[in-house]
Each structure stands twice: as structure tokens, then as C-alpha cells.
């Protein structure tokens, strides 16, 4: 399984960026996908998830309202929609893939390599 998280940069405090995840290796549809954060001395955190049914999605609080998760099972693809951006947010963000509704940050089978996102102020 290989997840292959891109599109990650340096923007300025309030600008956008589109993170996206490829995956290969696993029977994409059948998997919940998550994106997760770990900025330096900090515990990985979730950020968002979406069902493999794309009926669900969870976002952590501080992210609501200015992150959006969507995939695209005809790419085997899961985006993060980031807008609003504040130096806080500024971590190695990573995909990540699992069949149970995981609401940890650590339970999850598979993981990607992360792309960073770097906010200035």
C-alpha cells in the first residue's frame, strides 16, 4: 500500500492550498481516509476524515469551517481543501487509510508520506 501525499508549500497567513493523496495497493472505495497534522514537538493530530461512502465527514475543531475533505474514488484520490490558513496550521500533513471508522490519530493501518504546509504570518 502506498499513499502519496502532495501539494503542500509556504503561504502567507489567510491564503489557500490543496493538499492531495494518492493510493495505490488497496481497493480505495472500501476505505475511510483521513488527514492528519504533526507539527514539530507536537503529537500528531487528526484533522479531518471522510467515510468510504462519502455520506460522513469529521472535522477537528480547529479546522471547522476552513478545511474541506473530498475524494475522488475515480482517482483513488482524497484532497484537503485548506483556506483561512493561520500559522498554527503550519505541520507535516499526512494521508492516511483504514476500513473502521478510526476517530484516533494512531489506530490507522496505512500511512503516507506527509507534505508540508508552511504558514507565515
Known amino acids: 500500500v502506498q499513499l502519496q501525499a502532495s501539494g503542500g508549500g509556504l503561504v502567507q497567513a489567510g491564503g489557500s492550498l490543496r493538499p492531495s493523496c494518492v493510493a495505490s495497493g488497496l481497493t480505495f472505495r472500501r476505505n475511510n481516509m483521513g488527514w492528519l497534522r504533526q507539527a514539530p514537538g507536537k503529537e500528531r493530530e487528526l484533522v479531518a476524515r471522510?467515510?468510504?461512502?462519502?455520506?460522513?465527514?469529521y472535522y477537528e475543531d480547529s479546522v471547522k469551517g476552513r478545511f474541506t475533505i473530498s475524494r475522488d474514488d475515480a482517482k483513488n484520490t482524497v484532497y484537503l481543501q485548506m483556506a483561512s490558513l493561520k500559522p498554527e496550521d503550519s505541520a507535516v500533513y499526512y494521508c492516511?487509510?483504514?476500513?473502521?471508522?478510526?476517530?484516533?490519530?494512531?489506530?490507522?493501518?496505512?500511512w503516507g508520506r506527509g507534505t508540508l504546509v508552511t504558514v507565515s504570518s
Open positions: 492516511a487509510a483504514d476500513l473502521p471508522w478510526r476517530v484516533g490519530a494512531t489506530e490507522w493501518d496505512y
Open positions: 471522510i467515510k468510504s461512502d462519502n455520506t460522513t465527514t
